[in-house]
């Protein structure tokens, strides 16, 4: 299983728009990815309300990770997202 822990670029955390372009990317990626509080329940990156429940912070880590092929490059461009902290879900997410 791949693995990627980051820190939430995002200053009000995972909530509304931030959540939104995650899960938009997550859902791009084209394979299952989940999310989690570090030491947390992972849940589904793709579904808006359980990456709205994380209520991940700014600047907490989270975990992202996920067992299937291609996994690492998806893995990646979430991770830069996250940690950047992006206003806009980029073209090569």
């Known amino acids: 299983m791949a693995e990627r822990r980051v820190n939430v670029g995002w200053a009000e955390g995972l909530h509304a728009r931030p959540a939104s372009i995650f899960v938009r990317a997550a859902t791009a990626s084209g394979v299952p990815v989940t999310i989690a509080k570090a030491d947390g329940t992972p849940?589904?990156?793709?579904?808006m309300l359980a990456v709205l429940g994380l209520g991940a912070q700014g600047g907490e880590?989270?975990?992202?990770?996920?067992?299937?092929e291609g996994a690492d490059v998806a893995l990646d461009r979430l991770a830069k997202l996250v940690a950047d902290g992006l206003d806009?879900?980029?073209?090569?997410?």
Request: proline share 5%; glycine share 0%; net charge negative.
């Open 43 to 47: 849940v589904n990156a793709a579904s």
């Open 88 to 93: 806009e879900l980029p073209e090569t997410v």
């Open 61 to 68: 880590e989270i975990v992202l990770s996920s067992a299937a």
